[in-house]
């Protein structure tokens, strides 16, 4: 028995041994990638020694004697901490992800074949200006020069992820950074999804005028009748499946209302306490790890600016100069069209154009497969655009036989300017100089905020499709592609975009919202990203006289919900303290608690607090109960809750009412009968997942900020150590915007929102602050990976200095790269 136990013990000795030296070797291996920000680097293609300094947050602060060393040292430090995004990102733009992951990413690669969004981005190299091509093929030398020393000190493969996954990494290109550009855009495009929707909505429907309900305008002047979907194409299925509703973390195509969100506001030096201009930005996408975006200071001949840059491309997108300050939100400009093109029944290589059929035009594509073999896609293009699929976008739901879909979208234009336009402001001096510089600004739409010492001005800078009067949808669903007054005339005057410049109010701002009234086709867009963040701000903002940096940051975190304070009176009117005292444990006891706590809130969406969890879960569980009837499957499509729907039916604004109503029950149901029978629903379901303790429940349990890696996120034991999960505040329809997944069986988690927050006090610009919602590494071994997500979720942020002396004091390094 001795012997036996002995061999056991070394066995055990021997298996501990080896897993040691496993997990060292592991972490040795991954841990060489782990940039050494204090040292002296030798490198080619640069004039003149380049400081790289890392400010305490491990911000770099890039100092040269040329714009093009300046434009070759971020590129170095974007490679340093962000390779793997910035190859990840590339690979997602080519199609090139089954290379790497196998079959799991055909779908996306031939979504992203068929748009041909790189071979359009290597077009449009040629018609950027000289100063840009300048600044793309350093930034590119930059990058290749860390690539270099990668492989020639063995660096670890330049990231952790290299070792699980075959990614050989191709040196960067001027075309690489353009193609991320047009990335940049289908993350931020929602109107193809929302043409389709409103059209498979029409098809569903059997009261036509129910249609705006579910999908109501922005409040504003009406708009004139739309012919129904089936009297363009009565062939269409009215219930088709929808798609698969998994979604994979690398895709780039944003689910409805997903595409893109943000706030920026500014004041003018009257509005301002200490007498100069102010502007906070915060841009709104899908959380991830590392962030999206990624801190830097980069002193050009100009002058130095400091803000917010993407990984991969050479542009402060949000941020400051000395003289200049600029913010981004997503203008929602109508720039996509759904076309239905008309097969010629006999020569299906051919479509209807309003001259008659003509072929596709037509090329090969190649994908190739991690463990399979390649697959050879044929592209086609009609005149009106790409050829898509009916699996995509759900295409196949509303196209009828005989027909295919063609999409048009202003990111196809092979001119695009837009990477020199952005380059153009970061060195403007004048907000009327921004303006004009941005004319050349092409795709993804913006709301530019500008502010300098004086002024303060707002733009929509991007193309706007010219649409001819008499079209038939007005781009609100998909339309006939062979008929010319469906298709676009060109673009509209950049002069036409709207414009707000030194206001009298003294304050600009824009939550997504609506931002002009006009008629078709000079309207910008039917389709808007908030109805409801607006009315808070607006309040907040005129409840002062004057502003400061911190009442602007103040406005940034504010997590009061206009939307709750406005529903809950209209849809518990009837429920509030009525019906005698419920005994212990029952469901009328739970729903007397639960009103009892929702009477006495303020709309605070505290993640502390129960209130938020109860109403979050009330409000949905009534948006499902309403529309289940009427959509049936298509109910499923609608993850988000729609405030305006649920008001219009507790108002029976035009019969709205009628969604209460359980059409297949032979009772008529009231409008309170279906909000008694939702919050019943939702209290179950908080007693199955939270527990039946509702004073004990926290909002910030369910509203978890989900900021996991794309790859490894998934991966047992790993993603306890590459996601960054984090209790917040705030939710769908707040400032602090946190927008929840709507998905069991996490359908609270906060998934999109504030990945920067950028205030800029050019009273004191020094005093500007900003922050990421991770860390500026992307390697999950640095300290620097989640070093800023405290902070973040704290709302907290770190000095925005363009003070050289404050930079280097208590530096994590310093890399000098010297000319070879």
Same mark, same amino acid.
């Given at each position: 028995?001795?012997?036996?136990?002995?061999?056991?013990?070394?066995?055990?000795?021997?298996?501990?041994?080896?897993?040691?030296?496993?997990?060292?070797?592991?972490?040795?291996?991954?841990?060489?990638?782990?940039?050494?920000?204090?040292?002296?680097?030798?490198?080619?293609?640069?004039?003149?020694?380049? %400081?790289?300094?890392?400010?305490?947050? =491990?911000?770099?602060?890039?100092?040269?004697?040329?714009?093009?060393?300046?434009?070759?040292?971020?590129?170095?430090?974007?490679?340093?901490?962000?390779?793997?995004?910035?190859?990840?990102?590339?690979?997602?733009?080519?199609?090139?992800?089954?290379?790497?992951?196998?079959?799991?990413?055909?779908?996306?690669?031939?979504?992203?074949?068929?748009?041909?969004?790189?071979?359009?981005?290597?077009?449009?190299?040629?018609?950027?200006?000289?100063?840009?091509?300048?600044?793309?093929?350093?930034?590119?030398?930059?990058?290749?020069?860390?690539?270099?020393? +990668?492989?020639?000190?063995?660096?670890?493969?330049?990231? $952790?992820?290299?070792?699980?996954?075959?990614?050989?990494?191709?040196?960067?290109?001027?075309?690489?950074?353009?193609?991320?550009?047009?990335?940049?855009?289908?993350?931020?495009?929602?109107?193809?999804?929302?043409?389709?929707?409103?059209?498979?909505?029409?098809?569903?429907?059997?009261?036509?005028?129910?249609?705006?309900?579910?999908?109501?305008?922005?409040?504003?002047?009406?708009?004139?009748?739309?012919?129904?979907?089936?009297?363009?194409?009565?062939?269409?299925?009215?219930?088709?499946?929808?798609?698969?509703?998994?979604?994979?973390?690398?895709?780039?195509?944003? !689910?409805?209302?997903?595409?893109?969100?943000?706030?920026?506001?500014?004041?003018?030096?009257?509005?301002?306490?200490?007498?100069?201009?102010?502007?906070?930005?915060?841009?709104?996408?899908?959380?991830?790890?590392? #962030?999206?975006?990624?801190?830097?200071?980069?002193?050009?001949?100009?002058?130095?600016?400091?803000?917010?840059?993407?990984?991969?491309?050479?542009?402060?997108? /949000?941020?400051?100069?000395?003289?200049?300050?600029?913010?981004?939100?997503?203008?929602?400009?109508?720039?996509?069209?759904?076309?239905?093109?008309?097969?010629?029944?006999?020569? $299906?290589?051919?479509?209807?154009?309003?001259?008659?059929?003509?072929?596709?035009?037509?090329?090969?594509?190649?994908?190739?497969?991690?463990?399979?073999?390649?697959?050879?896609?044929?592209?086609?293009?009609?005149? =009106?655009?790409?050829?898509?699929?009916?699996?995509?976008?759900?295409?196949?739901?509303?196209?009828?036989?005989?027909?295919?879909?063609?999409? @048009?979208?202003?990111?196809?234009?092979?001119?695009?300017? #837009?990477?020199?336009?952005?380059?153009?402001?970061?060195?403007?001096?004048?907000?009327?100089?921004?303006?004009?510089?941005?004319?050349?600004?092409?795709?993804?739409?913006?709301?530019?905020?500008?502010?300098?010492?004086?002024?303060?001005?707002?733009?929509?800078?991007?193309?706007?499709?010219?649409?001819?009067?008499?079209?038939?949808?007005?781009?609100?669903?998909?339309?006939?592609?062979?008929?010319?007054?469906?298709?676009?005339?060109?673009?509209?005057?950049?002069?036409?975009?709207?414009?707000?410049?030194?206001?009298?109010?003294?304050?600009?701002?824009?939550?997504?919202?609506?931002?002009?009234?006009?008629?078709?086709?000079?309207?910008?867009?039917?389709?808007?990203?908030?109805?409801?963040? +607006?009315?808070?701000?607006?309040?907040?903002?005129?409840?002062?006289?004057?502003?400061?940096?911190? #009442?602007?940051?103040?406005?940034?975190?504010?997590?009061?919900?206009?939307?709750?304070?406005?529903?809950?009176?209209?849809?518990?009117?009837?429920?509030?303290?009525? @019906?005698?005292?419920?005994?212990?444990?029952?469901?009328?006891?739970?729903?007397?608690?639960?009103?009892?706590?929702?009477?006495?809130?303020?709309?605070?969406?505290? !993640?502390?607090?129960?209130?938020?969890?109860?109403?979050?879960?009330?409000?949905?569980?009534?948006?499902?109960?309403?529309?289940?009837?009427?959509?049936?499957?298509?109910?499923?499509?609608?993850?988000?809750?729609?405030?305006?729907?649920? %008001?219009?039916?507790?108002?029976?604004?035009?019969?709205?009412?009628?969604?209460?109503?359980?059409?297949?029950?032979?009772?008529?149901?009231?409008?309170?009968?279906?909000?008694?029978?939702?919050?019943?629903?939702?209290? &179950?379901?908080?007693?199955? /997942?939270?527990?039946?303790?509702?004073?004990?429940?926290?909002?910030?349990?369910?509203?978890?900020?989900?900021?996991?890696?794309?790859?490894?996120?998934? &991966?047992?034991?790993?993603?306890?150590?590459?996601?960054?999960?984090?209790?917040?505040?705030?939710?769908?329809?707040?400032?602090?915007?946190?927008?929840?997944?709507?998905?069991?069986?996490?359908?609270?988690?906060?998934?999109?929102?504030?990945?920067?927050?950028? &205030?800029?006090?050019?009273?004191?610009?020094?005093?500007?602050?900003?922050?990421?919602?991770?860390?500026?590494?992307?390697?999950?071994?640095?300290?620097?990976?989640?070093?800023?997500?405290?902070?973040?979720?704290?709302?907290?942020? +770190?000095?925005?200095?363009?003070?050289?002396?404050?930079?280097?004091?208590?530096?994590?390094?310093?890399?000098?790269?010297?000319?070879?």
């Amino acid at each position: 028995m001795s012997i036996v136990f002995r061999w056991l013990l070394r066995l055990a000795v021997v298996m501990i041994a080896m897993i040691v030296l496993a997990v060292g070797l592991v972490y040795y291996l991954a841990s060489r990638s782990l940039p050494e920000y204090d040292r002296t680097v030798n490198v080619a293609d640069l004039s003149a020694p380049v %400081e790289i300094v890392r400010d305490n947050a =491990n911000v770099p602060h890039v100092f040269g004697e040329s714009d093009r060393d300046v434009f070759f040292g971020l590129g170095y430090a974007h490679a340093q901490d962000r390779l793997w995004q910035m190859t990840m990102m590339r690979r997602t733009v080519q199609g090139r992800l089954s290379e790497v992951f196998g079959a799991r990413t055909v779908s996306i690669d031939r979504l992203m074949r068929r748009l041909d969004l790189y071979r359009l981005a290597s077009r449009s190299v040629g018609v950027q200006d000289e100063q840009t091509l300048e600044a793309l093929a350093a930034y590119a030398a930059g990058v290749n020069a860390r690539l270099l020393q +990668i492989n020639e000190e063995a660096l670890g493969r330049g990231a $952790p992820e290299m070792f699980l996954f075959n990614a050989p990494v191709a040196p960067w290109s001027p075309a690489d950074s353009l193609a991320l550009v047009k990335l940049m855009g289908l993350q931020l495009s929602g109107h193809v999804t929302a043409e389709v929707l409103r059209a498979r909505v029409s098809l569903a429907l059997e009261d036509q005028d129910r249609l705006s309900d579910i999908l109501p305008d922005a409040p504003g002047s009406g708009l004139a009748a739309l012919p129904e979907y089936s009297s363009l194409f009565p062939d269409a299925p009215r219930f088709a499946e929808t798609g698969p509703a998994a979604r994979d973390p690398l895709s780039p195509v944003p !689910e409805r209302g997903f595409a893109g969100a943000s706030n920026a506001w500014s004041a003018a030096p009257t509005r301002s306490a200490a007498g100069g201009t102010l502007l906070a930005n915060d841009p709104h996408l899908g959380f991830s790890a590392p #962030s999206i975006w990624y801190l830097a200071r980069l002193e050009l001949a100009d002058g130095g600016v400091i803000g917010g840059t993407i990984p991969g491309i050479p542009v402060v997108l /949000t941020g400051r100069s000395a003289r200049l300050g600029w913010g981004l939100t997503t203008a929602y400009v109508d720039d996509q069209d759904v076309f239905i093109e008309r097969l010629n029944p006999d020569d $299906p290589e051919q479509y209807l154009t309003p001259d008659g059929y003509k072929p596709f035009e037509t090329r090969p594509s190649i994908i190739e497969i991690k463990d399979a073999a390649p697959i050879t896609l044929t592209l086609r293009w009609t005149e =009106n655009g790409p050829v898509l699929p009916g699996s995509q976008f759900n295409l196949g739901t509303v196209t009828p036989p005989g027909h295919v879909t063609a999409l @048009g979208w202003t990111v196809l234009d092979p001119d695009d300017t #837009s990477l020199s336009a952005a380059l153009a402001i970061m060195s403007a001096k004048t907000v009327q100089e921004a303006i004009a510089l941005s004319e050349g600004y092409i795709s993804p739409a913006q709301n530019l905020s500008l502010v300098d010492q004086d002024t303060i001005a707002m733009k929509t800078i991007g193309a706007v499709p010219k649409r001819d009067p008499q079209h038939q949808s007005q781009g609100r669903f998909p339309s006939q592609g062979w008929r010319a007054e469906n298709r676009w005339q060109g673009r509209m005057p950049y002069a036409s975009n709207p414009e707000f410049v030194a206001p009298r109010g003294g304050i600009l701002g824009n939550t997504n919202n609506k931002i002009v009234d006009r008629p078709f086709p000079d309207h910008v867009s039917f389709l808007w990203g908030d109805t409801q963040r +607006i009315n808070r701000w607006q309040r907040l903002m005129q409840s002062r006289q004057v502003h400061t940096r911190d #009442s602007f940051i103040e406005a940034q975190l504010d997590p009061v919900s206009f939307t709750a304070r406005s529903l809950l009176p209209l849809i518990g009117a009837d429920l509030w303290f009525t @019906g005698q005292a419920a005994p212990e444990g029952t469901p009328e006891r739970q729903r007397q608690i639960a009103l009892g706590l929702l009477a006495n809130w303020n709309g605070e969406m505290n !993640e502390h607090l129960p209130e938020p969890l109860i109403y979050a879960a009330w409000i949905r569980a009534l948006q499902k109960r309403l529309i289940s009837d009427e959509l049936g499957p298509l109910a499923d499509a609608f993850t988000q809750v729609e405030p305006l729907f649920i %008001e219009r039916v507790y108002r029976d604004i035009d019969g709205a009412s009628v969604w209460c109503d359980v059409k297949q029950s032979a009772p008529k149901e009231s409008c309170t009968d279906m909000a008694r029978l939702a919050l019943d629903d939702a209290l &179950v379901w908080i007693g199955e /997942t939270y527990g039946t303790a509702l004073e004990s429940l926290r909002w910030g349990d369910a509203h978890q900020a989900t900021h996991d890696h794309q790859v490894l996120g998934d &991966v047992p034991v790993l993603r306890y150590f590459v996601n960054i999960r984090q209790s917040t505040s705030g939710g769908d329809n707040t400032l602090q915007r946190g927008l929840t997944s709507g998905k069991d069986p996490t359908p609270f988690h906060n998934v999109h929102g504030a990945g920067y927050r950028g &205030v800029y006090d050019f009273a004191d610009p020094d005093s500007s602050v900003f922050v990421i919602a991770t860390g500026q590494s992307g390697h999950f071994l640095s300290r620097h990976y989640d070093d800023l997500s405290q902070l973040w979720r704290r709302g907290e942020y +770190i000095p925005m200095s363009l003070d050289q002396e404050l930079a280097r004091a208590a530096s994590v390094g310093v890399t000098t790269l010297v000319p070879k």
